[in-house]
């Protein structure tokens, strides 16, 4: 997706990140949220906006990692190179002298292999140019620095970026406790997105584990930004920090939040795990929203003629593996027995397991949940016979 709109003055371009088979998504978010000159990537999204866009975003996207501003590209094919370009860069422009700071790197290239060596050569360049001017020099700090610094190096093509973000925007700030595998918070708002649910459909999440995908869905259905619960973002140290302009994308955002009462429930066999879910959707706000149960998916009968299902079973993480196959089996034979009507999906990164399930995925689509690679998975539970029905075939 590439969309050209005006560019004004104050704009620069802005780089967003985000989890592999969600980009189309992020696009669309950044294109409704008034992101101009938007493009996919791999991994990211590029787009042009202002300092209050790039609030904006950072307060209000559902699949994005991190928000990053690019100062700077040159070309470097060995580490003195490298260094004499970040040195080059005026740093006394984007933080103090006495400041903290953090660097990331990733790297593609055979000139360099060793992220955290970059790393460390760009922290002597910057702290190098501080020292010589000040005789003071910035310290490191991962956990709240004034400056996090993103280098990307593609071959010898190499790209400096300020992150904005702070912590990786997937860390809403709502989820305190967490079970065994617990799924992104990016990836579950991304899957809900991607599944085209509306709120006025009954949202069932059986197996909720931590009740992220609950959560995510009320937030959605009630627009709430997902920075709501976030009281620290990187931008918030940069020098140019404009409080009174942040404090107003904060308030227009929250301005949006409505008050749908939409079905949404979520259920899990063990009670202990529904202690931290509850205790998740106590911190998001939503538990007037999100309705709790305890017990076991072969136990739940559909209180509508129609609903979506989001199963997020365990595949190897979570229980034996040998218990595994036998487990889809029996999901597959619930959907069919007690479902119909209805619309399923699944993710699941156990391709084997999956085969047991006794249907076929109308949909498939690749996601990560961090490095793990899973399938995401559609099943039309028809009602009445299926030979009657259109039969659509898996992408």
């Known amino acids: ?66 928000v ?34 953090w ?33 003071i020099r910035p310290s490191v700090n991962k956990e709240r620095s004034d400056l996090r610094i993103h280098l990307h190096i593609y071959k010898d093509e190499v790209t400096v970026s300020l992150d904005s973000s702070g912590e990786s925007l997937h860390k809403r700030g709502y989820r305190n ?22 709120r006025h459909i009954t949202f069932l999440d059986p197996m909720c584990g931590s009740a992220t995908i609950s959560i995510e869905a009320a937030l959605i259905a009630n627009r709430i930004p997902p920075g709501y619960y976030r009281d620290d973002f990187g931008f918030i140290r940069w ?7 942040w404090n107003l994308i904060q308030e227009k955002s929250i301005d949006r939040i409505t008050d749908h009462q939409p079905q ?15 205790s998740n959707i106590l911190n998001a706000k939503v538990e007037d929203v999100v309705k709790v149960k305890t017990t076991s998916f072969f136990d739940l009968q559909p209180a509508t003629s129609r609903g979506m299902i989001f199963l997020n079973p365990p595949y190897g993480e979570r229980m034996e593996k040998d218990d595994i196959p036998k487990l889809y089996k029996e999901i597959g034979d619930k959907l069919k ?4 009507g209805h619309t399923a999906w699944m993710i699941t990164s156990n ?12 949909r498939k689509m690749t996601l990560y949940n961090g490095a793990l690679e899973c399938k995401f998975l559609k099943f039309e539970m028809y009602s009445g016979t299926k030979k009657t029905k259109h039969k659509s075939h898996p992408e």
């Not at 992101?35 to 202002?50: F, L, N, Q, W, Y």
């Not at 020098?239 to 302009?245: A, H, P, Q, S, Y």
């Not at 949404?264 to 509850?278: F, G, Q, T, Y």
């Not at 391709?351 to 076929?360: S, Y």
């Open 1 to 66: 997706m590439s969309r050209q709109q005006n560019k004004s003055e104050n704009d620069f371009k802005i780089v967003v990140s985000t989890l592999p088979g969600l980009e189309k998504t992020l696009a669309g978010e950044l294109l409704a949220l008034g992101g101009k000159e938007i493009t996919e990537h791999t991994r990211a999204v590029s787009c042009v906006g202002d300092l209050g866009f790039l609030y904006k975003i950072n307060f209000n996207l559902r699949t994005g990692l991190r």
């Open 68 to 101: 990053l501003r690019p100062i700077k590209n040159f070309v470097a094919a060995d580490i003195k190179a490298l260094y004499n370009e970040i040195k080059k860069i005026d740093w006394s422009g984007y933080m103090e002298k006495n400041g903290t700071l």
């Open 103 to 135: 660097i990331e790197a990733s790297l593609n290239s055979e000139f360099f292999n060793h992220s955290q060596y970059v790393a460390q050569v760009t922290k002597d360049a910057i702290a190098d140019q501080f020292r010589a001017a000040s005789g």
């Open 177 to 198: 406790a967490t079970n065994l595998a617990p799924l992104n918070e990016a990836l579950a708002a991304g899957m809900i997105l991607l599944s085209g649910w509306e």
């Open 239 to 245: 020098k140019n920090f404009d409080e009174n302009l």
């Open 264 to 278: 949404i429930l979520a259920s899990d066999i063990s009670a202990n795990v529904l202690k931290k879910a509850k």
């Open 337 to 340: 027995k007690d479902f119909s």
């Open 351 to 362: 391709l084997e397991a999956i085969k047991k399930i006794g249907l076929h995925p109308s």
